[in-house]
């Protein structure tokens, strides 16, 4: 996988990425764009190969980088009701497009109207009419319109007619094994942490609010700081090592330590949470956000006899979090490729690009 040369974009989109809820009455310095066009759940290195070549066609053509992309999933508007299968819900994509030094990101709402469009009228109303890309990048497996009937060959055709070109990215693989979010799936709920790693290019986390558990943890010294985990694809239980970040004004400072996910069986618990402990710390974190990066995995789910038994094993997967946290030679938590140098974009501002993630038709300059 390449990253282009370092670029200065264009200066009327310098600052922090802007973010988009529609494609219509755009602002006429966001349109134009180079536009990557997916998903992109988990901004994986195969999606980030397609970005990286977004990003190089915008330095030659001297445009702004765009990423377009869907909101809720595709599948989960198509098959609602089943187990979250989400790498990184929207908050969490929006953070990594941001550290690639995005320009604009369009998040369009994937509703019945949006499903039920043709490949033309979408290229016509979205790319052509409402974006007006200058050019538009796309993986090697990339469909489109009602019924999946576009594919590349038909986008590249209508590109043509609409005055816009197609680039299409093959597949980005290493030892022969293509980088997929299917395969990253289920890298994690085998609990395989270290191989999801690889195939991201960063370790996977989890992230949201810290919730009042039942101070289990803190009865037997353990004290957790606990999170819900109902938008993620939920990894397989057990014991895991992690780093965990907590957000610290516009930085995040990552701690080690060990976490829990899982029902619970040793105190019959129903409900799947996420128990994060954190190596010689001591804070209040209750209501704060919260990020858990699983590392690698320490132990599967397991019973115990009693608490004793329970807290005696915890001491045993602590010691054996610090090793592999010791031993753990990956990239850090939370990297995300430098796919070119920042157009003026600067850390101010990205709070609220996270928080305008979750609100519709909104837009943050």
Known sequence: MFCPSPIVGRE????????????????????????????????????????????????????SLGVLTFEPH???????????????PLRIKVRQLEASS?????????????????????????????????EVVIGYDFVFGRGRRGNAALLADLGRLHGFAVTEVPPASESGEVYSSTRIRECLIAGRALEAARL??????????????DRLGRTLDYPTANIEIDDYLQ??????????????????????????????????????????????????????????????????DATFENLAALKAQIGVDAAEARRLLAAYKGPPPGTAPLLRAASGH???????????????RQNVR
Request: glycine fraction near 10%; proline fraction near 5%; aromatic fraction near 10%.
């Open 74 to 88: 595709p599948r989960e508007y198509f098959q609602p009701g089943r187990p979250s299968f989400r790498l990184t």
């Open 235 to 300: 990894p397989g239980f057990g014991v895991y090592a992690i780093k965990a970040g907590i957000d610290e004004g516009r930085e995040t400072r990552w701690h080690d330590g060990a976490a829990y996910i899982g029902r619970r069986p040793a105190v019959a618990g129903k409900d799947v949470r996420l128990e994060a402990h954190l190596f010689d710390f001591d804070a209040d974190l209750y209501g704060r956000q919260f990020r858990v990066a699983l590392i690698d995995h320490v132990r599967a």
């Open 200 to 213: 991201l290019g960063r370790p996977w986390e989890i992230a949201g609010r810290v919730v009042t558990g």
């Open 102 to 134: 995005v320009d604009c990101l369009f998040v369009l709402h994937f509703d019945a109207e949006l499903a039920g469009k043709s490949a033309e009228a979408f290229v016509v109303e979205v790319l052509s009419e409402g974006l007006e890309a200058a």
């Open 346 to 360: 600067n850390v101010a501002g990205r709070r609220n690009v996270y928080d305008s993630a979750l609100r519709p």
């Open 12 to 63: 009327d989109l310098a600052g922090p990425m802007r973010l988009f809820r529609h494609h219509t009455e755009v602002p006429v310095e966001a349109r134009g764009a180079v536009l990557a066009i997916g998903n992109f759940d988990g901004v994986h290195r195969g999606h980030q190969a397609v970005i990286a070549a977004a990003a190089e066609r915008a330095a030659s053509l001297g445009a």
